[in-house]
């Protein structure tokens, strides 16, 4: 077994059900560092639910400094045209900045670039905003995103502020290489979303690491070079706990 593996964060979207039913932010830390988890991303949508209020969050990444931080969002980048979807934004990037979490995930605009161009004015005061607070925007790839369409949209935002989401699963999602687009990509991939993908009668479905098609043994000596946080996000199902075990375990082995 290789030595010195990357560390591993995990999303919140994992135990979506778990949060609702009264899972707290404490809690859910505690147990994810006894997993040797190293780092948590937080899902816009929990924030405020019941043990996961703003105060809450900052008191428990206050006590575990060293914890990774992400926050994911669903802002769309076209949304910056809708005033009360940028606040939203904006207010979610002045949190970031309070737990000094340095990574916003976000999405592409509905209709691409050319959502793109019409949005652009509106974008300019939250890429300022990013670049002022040392944020990065990082533009996840969906299972919509071929690699061609994918380039194009980021070409349209030349700053060092916009950065990218690389989802594993959702690039196979896409019909496209995992490992190529990865490639084509890497100058500007700042967060990966670790998932595998099962096929199955429904077509793909997100599944833990290990229990697809992913081709993970190719993908891990690049990720290991890279120094970006590196983010366990797939549907946890009844019992996440174990999907967090399962993807650790397969990880270690690689």
Request: aromatic share 8%; hydrophobic share 40%.
């Amino acid at each position: 077994m290789r030595q010195h593996k990357p560390s591993l964060y995990t999303s919140s979207i994992l135990f979506d059900g778990l949060a609702a039913r009264g899972l707290s932010f404490a809690a859910w830390v505690e147990r994810l560092l006894d997993m040797g988890i190293q780092g948590v991303e937080i899902r816009e949508q929990h924030i405020g639910l019941p043990g996961w209020s703003k105060g809450e969050i900052v008191r428990i990444l206050n006590e575990n400094p060293s914890l990774g931080r992400t926050i994911a969002t669903n802002f769309r980048l076209d949304d910056a045209a809708n005033a009360e979807k940028k606040a939203g934004l904006q207010a979610l990037m002045d949190f970031a900045a309070q737990i000094n979490a340095k990574v916003i995930r976000v999405f592409p605009g509905a209709t691409r670039r050319p959502g793109l161009q019409r949005a652009s004015e509106f974008l300019k005061d939250i890429i300022r905003k990013a670049e002022g607070s040392g944020l990065l925007l990082a533009v996840e790839n969906t299972e919509q995103d071929s690699l061609a369409e994918f380039k194009s949209m980021l070409d349209a935002l030349p700053t060092a502020a916009v950065g990218i989401t690389f989802d594993t699963g959702n690039a196979l999602l896409a019909n496209e290489d995992p490992v190529q687009m990865y490639h084509e990509l890497q100058g500007r991939i700042c967060y990966i979303h670790l998932k595998d993908i099962a096929v199955t009668e429904k077509g793909g479905e997100a599944t833990y690491l290990g229990n697809g098609s992913v081709d993970f043994p190719k993908l891990y000596p690049s990720f290991a070079r890279e120094q970006v946080p590196l983010c366990l996000e797939f549907p946890g199902g009844e019992d996440p706990w174990r999907t967090v075990e399962l993807s650790l375990q397969y990880w270690l082995e690689l």
